[in-house]
């Protein structure tokens, strides 16, 4: 059984960093792709990055792009994301999540959340303005 663990999360001033990190357990083979989304009170979950575990293949929100990092540590089994200059928006409960393999339906997108079959619990990251 895979579990994400979730980890990093807080209260940080506008402007500020904070670093991310989802452990993963339990996986018997590598997954296709590993993802960030987020979701604000009332809003739908979003995506915000995802990485391959290699690092050969990032993919970014444009709304967090060049503002938030993505990177994976395969011998450690973890995923992390860096994220900077935050913003009030940011704000939101941040999920991993994993794609074990490449989905077998067409029309399939790397950023849908269809795609993804575990989920960490979420880390709270509120950003003051």
């Known amino acids: 059984q895979v579990q994400l663990v979730e980890s990093g999360g807080g209260l940080v001033q506008t402007g500020g960093s904070l670093k991310l990190s989802c452990a993963v357990s339990?996986?018997?083979?590598?997954?296709?792709?590993m993802g960030w989304f987020r979701q604000a009170p009332g809003k739908e979950r979003e995506f915000v990055a995802c990485?391959?575990?290699?690092?050969?293949?990032?993919y970014y929100a444009d709304y967090v792009k060049g503002r938030f990092i993505i990177s994976a540590d395969s011998a450690k089994d973890t995923v992390y994301l860096q994220m900077n200059s935050l913003k009030p928006e940011d704000t939101a409960v941040y999920y991993c999540?994993?794609?074990?393999?490449?989905?077998?339906?067409?029309?399939?997108?790397?950023?849908?959340?269809?795609?993804?079959?575990?989920w960490g619990q979420g880390a709270q990251v509120t950003v003051s303005s």
């Open positions: 990485d391959n575990w290699s690092g050969t293949n990032t």
């Open positions: 999540a994993e794609a074990e393999t490449i989905p077998d339906y067409a029309g399939w997108r790397i950023n849908s959340p269809r795609i993804y079959n575990y």
């Open positions: 339990g996986r018997t083979f590598s997954s296709f792709v």
